[in-house]
């Protein structure tokens, strides 16, 4: 720890945190056990994420209750020996508390871990120097291009703690070397309503402090309460979303949509988070839409365009080639696919159908040779609400399955990127792999079986 703060001054942690950079004095020495903490005083839904560079910060988000007095986070690198506490440092957090009706209120936080050295294990805990959560255990990503795993999942939405969990829960446990958790939007019904959230949370468990999480919201994730006087004109998240995600401030210039488009590097793929709502929902004032995707085509034609990466993946919700007629957004593939296939995007992660539905590689709405270049577009669903196929674009289709809950492990490489789905009871269902030559790709169906 001391080389991370060899690495800066207190004047630029000054800058780069949210607020002044301590050394950690409150856990040495202790002799006499702490008092027991109050219930609502205990750090919980504890979030990972990240705001800045994933070989150098670390994001974290978490809730009281009972408003700390002094938020903060502490690090320290991870080894064996448990005497590591008085290795850590402190860093304050920032605090939002929301009135929840009923004589019910939270307090949710926000801490950023900078300088951390690349490739590295951290351990980490949250609260406010008297209660304090476990040590959690994150591992900042190389600079290097080597070879990494991810987690994919579509809409959760749904019963989430009493069914959702299951889908999280297998999925960690076929893929725990996995370094980051995707969710391809509706990650709850309602935005707005943090019960859900909640289960959200309880369905993670340790799993969310474990993984970071790139998240993209869906058009459930924009609910308001009902007679809401935005709920046509606003395109903005629901205030749980940035209570829960501190996200990159690198997306389109939309000041009051942060962290709902955003992209990250991570050794060598370019991770494009899109919130495609306003291509799509037709719920909203058609002004609204407009203001909202001019801004994002715009970024979007930017960050597609400078970008060094050998891979390049997108997340979205709503599917370019949906799999149900009511879904279909005409407007949206016109603006984006011919962008994706412009710029070599390799595959699209999406949610929003409620089946797994998978494309072959894809251009000018045609399927191409596996070595011509195109995109690879991907529905995939974890929660237990399930529709029907209405096989609309199944001609482009590689794999349709319905009424399964699914998670998906990708492995990366710089030669290779390889999907493969599995239904929740730990079956393959489907998988491709993209071996790259040059800026394209070679194709390599496995959608009936390896
Ligand atoms: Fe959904
Ligand atoms: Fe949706």
Redesign the pocket.
């Known amino acids: 720890m001391n080389n991370i703060m060899s690495k800066f001054t207190r004047r630029q942690f000054a800058q780069l945190a949210p607020g002044p950079f301590l050394l950690s004095l409150a856990t040495r020495g202790s002799a006499a056990p702490p008092p027991p903490a109050a219930p609502g005083a205990i750090p919980t839904r504890i979030v990972l994420t990240w705001a800045g560079d994933p070989a150098r910060t670390q994001a974290v988000t978490w809730r009281t209750e009972t408003a700390a007095a002094s938020p903060q986070a502490q690090v320290a690198k991870f080894i064996a020996d448990p005497k590591f506490e008085p290795s850590a440092i402190t860093v304050r957090a920032t605090v939002e508390k929301d009135d929840l009706g009923d004589g019910k209120s939270a307090a949710h936080y926000a801490a950023r871990f900078q300088g951390l050295e690349p490739d590295t294990a951290y351990c980490y805990r949250v609260g406010d120097a008297q209660v304090w959560s476990e040590w959690n255990v994150f591992r900042t990503a190389s600079t290097r291009l080597e070879p990494f795993r991810f987690l994919y999942v579509g809409?959760e939405?749904n019963s989430i703690k009493s069914l959702w969990s299951r889908s999280i829960r297998r999925a960690y446990a076929a893929a725990p070397d996995a370094r980051f958790l995707v969710h391809a939007?509706?990650l709850v019904a309602d935005g707005y309503d943090d019960r859900l959230w909640g289960e959200w949370s309880d369905a993670l468990a340790f799993i969310s402090a474990t993984l970071p999480s790139i998240p993209v919201p869906?058009?459930?994730d924009l609910h308001r309460p009902p007679g809401s006087p935005d709920a046509k004109t606003s395109l903005a998240a629901a205030w749980p979303w940035r209570r829960h995600f501190v996200l990159p401030s690198n997306g389109p210039d939309l000041d009051d949509m942060p962290g709902q488009s955003y992209y990250l590097d991570y050794q060598g793929v370019r991770f494009i988070a899109l919130d495609v709502n306003a291509f799509s929902e037709e719920g909203y004032e058609v002004a609204a839409r407009k203001r909202v995707t001019e801004k994002e085509l715009d970024w979007l034609t930017k960050v597609l365009s400078d970008n060094p990466n050998r891979w390049t993946i997108v997340v979205q919700h709503q599917g370019i080639y949906a799999i149900s007629s009511g879904r279909e957004y005409a407007a949206m593939r016109a603006s984006l696919a011919p962008l994706y296939e412009k710029h070599h995007v390799d595959m699209v992660l999406q949610?929003?159908d409620?089946v797994y539905a998978r494309t072959h590689k894809i251009a000018r709405d045609r399927i191409v040779d596996p070595s011509a270049p195109g995109v690879v577009y991907v529905i995939s669903v974890s929660g237990p609400?399930m529709y029907k196929t209405q096989k609309v674009n199944s001609q482009y289709m590689a794999k349709m399955i319905e009424d399964e809950q699914f998670y998906q492990i990708i492995d990366v490489s710089p030669e290779r990127l390889a999907l493969t789905a599995y239904s929740i009871d730990g079956a393959v269902a489907d998988g491709f792999e993209l071996r790259k030559n040059g800026t394209s790709s070679t194709y390599i169906d496995h959608s009936s079986g390896k």
């Open positions: 809409d939405q939007g509706d869906g058009n459930h949610g929003h409620h609400k």
